[in-house]
C-alpha cells in the first residue's frame, strides 16, 4: 500500500466506512461538470463557472442546483424534465469516455480488503435512483455492497451539507455515526459529515488540495487516492484486523 501524501493521526476506533460516490469512487468531476454546463448553457445563456460548480454543483442535489440555476423553486415536472435532460447527457458521457468510466484509483484493492475483513460499508450520493442503478449495473458494485443499504437522492431529505445522508448511512450500518469514517471529496459533502457527527472524516483530492483540505471543520485526514486509506485506520488492530 502507498504511503498517505497528507494526513494526521486519526486517534480512534472505527467500525464502518461510508463513501461519497461521484468524486471519491468514481472519477467523474469533468463528465458531471459538461453535462451541468452544458444544459446550464441552454437554460440561461451561460456555462457555469468554476465557482459555480464548487458551491452550487459538487455534493449537491440536482434540486437544489436546479433551483440556483432557474434563480426560484421549480415545479415538480420542471424538476423532473431538468432533471432527465441533465442524467441522460451524464449518462452518454460516461458510456463514451470508456476510459474514464471506471473505479478510481486504488478503489478496488481497498474495497476487497474491507470485504475480505467483512468491515461494514456503504455508500452515501447525492446521485437519484436512476444513475445509482446505472453505476451498480456498469461497475459491478453489488460485489462490495449491498444495494439496499446505499443512500441516495430520493428526494425524502435535503441533501448535502444537511447532516441527514450521513445519518441515515450510518444507521443503515447499524452504527454511531462517531463509530464511522466518512470519505468526501466536495465542501458541501465534509460539512454534512460534521454536521452529521462522522468520527473520522477524510477527504480524497489531489496532493495541490491537501492543505485546503485539511482546513475544513471535522477533516481529519487528505489523501490523494483511496489505497491510502488503510495506512490512516490501521490503529485498532482488534477493529481492522492488519487491513491491507
Given at each position: ?9 486519526t486517534?480512534?476506533?472505527f467500525?464502518?466506512v461510508?463513501?461519497d ?11 458531471q ?7 446550464s448553457a ?15 454543483v459538487h455534493?449537491?442535489i440536482?434540486?437544489?442546483?436546479l433551483s440556483y ?7 415538480p415536472?420542471?424538476e423532473?424534465s ?16 470508456r476510459e ?22 456503504t ?11 446505472f453505476f ?13 443499504d ?13 447532516p441527514?445522508?450521513y ?5 443503515r450500518?447499524?452504527?454511531a455515526?462517531a463509530?464511522?469514517v466518512v ?5 458541501s459533502?465534509?460539512?454534512?459529515a ?5 468520527g473520522?472524516i477524510v477527504?480524497?483530492g489531489?496532493?495541490e ?5 485539511l482546513?475544513?471543520e ?27
Amino acid at each position: 500500500m502507498t504511503q498517505p501524501t497528507a494526513s494526521t493521526q486519526t486517534g480512534g476506533t472505527f467500525k464502518g466506512v461510508i463513501f461519497d460516490f461521484n468524486g471519491v469512487l468514481f472519477w467523474d468531476s469533468h463528465l458531471q461538470e459538461r453535462a451541468w454546463r452544458e444544459l446550464s448553457a441552454e437554460v440561461r445563456g451561460t456555462p457555469f463557472t468554476d465557482e459555480e460548480m464548487r458551491l452550487h454543483v459538487h455534493g449537491r442535489i440536482n434540486a437544489y442546483t436546479l433551483s440556483y440555476l432557474l434563480g426560484r423553486t421549480l415545479t415538480p415536472v420542471e424538476e423532473q424534465s431538468l432533471t432527465q435532460r441533465k442524467e441522460g447527457a451524464y449518462r452518454r458521457l460516461c458510456l463514451v469516455d470508456r476510459e474514464a468510466f471506471r473505479l478510481s484509483p486504488g478503489a478496488q484493492e481497498l474495497l476487497e480488503s474491507l470485504r475480505r475483513r467483512g468491515i461494514p460499508r456503504t455508500i452515501a450520493t447525492s446521485s437519484p435512483r436512476v444513475n445509482l442503478d446505472f453505476f451498480i449495473e456498469h461497475l459491478s458494485l453489488g460485489r462490495w455492497f449491498n444495494s439496499a443499504d446505499i443512500l441516495y437522492d430520493d428526494g425524502t431529505f435535503p441533501g448535502k451539507p444537511a447532516p441527514d445522508i450521513y445519518l441515515k448511512a450510518a444507521a443503515r450500518l447499524g452504527l454511531a455515526p462517531a463509530d464511522c469514517v466518512v470519505v468526501e471529496d466536495a465542501v458541501s459533502g465534509i460539512v454534512a459529515a460534521c454536521r452529521a457527527g462522522i468520527g473520522c472524516i477524510v477527504a480524497l483530492g489531489p496532493v495541490e488540495r491537501h492543505a485546503e483540505l485539511l482546513a475544513l471543520e471535522g477533516v481529519t485526514a487528505a489523501i490523494a487516492r483511496l489505497d491510502e486509506l488503510p495506512a490512516l485506520l490501521v490503529r485498532d488492530t482488534a477493529s481492522w484486523g492488519g487491513l491491507s
